[in-house]
């Protein structure tokens, strides 16, 4: 055991840490090469100018509302999946897995021959006369890339959470006279949370960090935040100010990650207090 804890240490420390340190060490220099470190506050400083920030919010927006679309596709999807046979469920969750074994950027491109002025989607429209509707190179056409490549991590953590639910325990609620409607938002909605919030978090960090996306679908209409990172990384050279940006963007990833966990576990010990009482 101590041998394996060894092994998971090292590899912890070496494909994690180390990492973290040399992109914080970058953010804090204000030289590329590490050889001639000189401290520097001037890339954090640079990020919060008002260009800067107008993309991180604009990033933080197009990201919620993917996950809130991914949300409300997913859950009743997940739902009515976890009803079925355990035959036709495997089979349909196989459905949402077997896409994500294609590699992102293909599925990507795929949507630049649904989504353009002459993509299947507008001929399909065509037939009825109507359009050509502009879906390519906006923030519609973001989220739709969004929602379809990230709606799997929605899907599969809220169908586990329900497909691992007590059946007792609604059986219990019906026994005591409630319908299925007061079922559903008394017993199966609160303990499916955690499959919630883990999808929640699941999809937002990839959609705020991603650049593949906005790159193929938006154009040159939307630079979001991932866009900047890769920017500063592959074009412009400048690894200090894209450190810096990564830095702050795992912060309010953190930030993400925590502060739910603190307010759930503030109302639990507020509700142990008020039954104590």
């Known amino acids: 055991m101590k041998k394996f804890s060894i092994v998971y240490l090292f590899w912890g420390l070496v494909f994690i840490v180390l990492p973290l340190f ?13 050889a001639d470190f000189s401290f520097t506050l001037d890339n954090f400083a640079r990020f919060f100018e008002p260009l800067y920030v107008k993309i ?14 991914c949300l409300v596709i997913g859950y009743p999807v997940a ?32 949507w630049l021959t649904l989504l ?17 509707w502009d879906l390519m190179y906006n923030s519609k056409a973001i989220m739709i890339g969004m929602v379809y ?17 007590d059946q007792k325990l609604i059986e219990a609620a019906k026994d005591l006279g409630a319908n299925d409607f007061k079922v559903f938002v008394k017993v199966i ?4 949370l955690p499959g919630i919030y883990t999808g929640i978090t699941m999809v937002f960090i990839p959609a705020i960090s991603t650049f593949v996306v ?15 990172i890769e ?15 990564s830095m702050v963007l795992i912060v309010i990833m953190f930030l993400i990650l925590v502060i739910p966990k603190l307010f759930n576990k503030k109302i639990k010990t507020g509700e142990m207090q008020g039954g104590l009482m």
């Open 149 to 165: 490549n990230f709606l799997p991590f929605m899907v599969l953590p809220i169908y586990t959470v329900l497909l691992k639910m």
């Open 231 to 245: 920017k500063q990384f592959t074009f412009t050279g400048d690894w200090g100010f894209g450190s810096a940006i």
């Open 214 to 228: 906005p790159n193929l679908l938006g154009g040159n209409n939307f630079y979001l935040i991932g866009n900047l």
């Open 116 to 132: 353009g002025n002459n993509g299947l989607i507008n001929k399909f429209i065509g037939i009825f006369g109507l359009g050509p």
């Open 22 to 34: 040399l992109i914080l060490a970058h953010a804090l220099s204000s030289n590329t090469n590490l």
């Open 189 to 192: 909605f609160p303990l499916s």
């Open 79 to 110: 739902y009515i999946i976890s009803k079925m046979s355990e035959k036709v469920r495997n089979n349909l969750i196989l459905v949402f897995i077997i896409p994500m074994w294609m590699n992102f950027l293909l599925r990507t491109y795929a």
């Open 56 to 69: 991180l919010i604009t990033s933080i927006i197009l990201a919620a509302v993917s996950t809130l679309f």
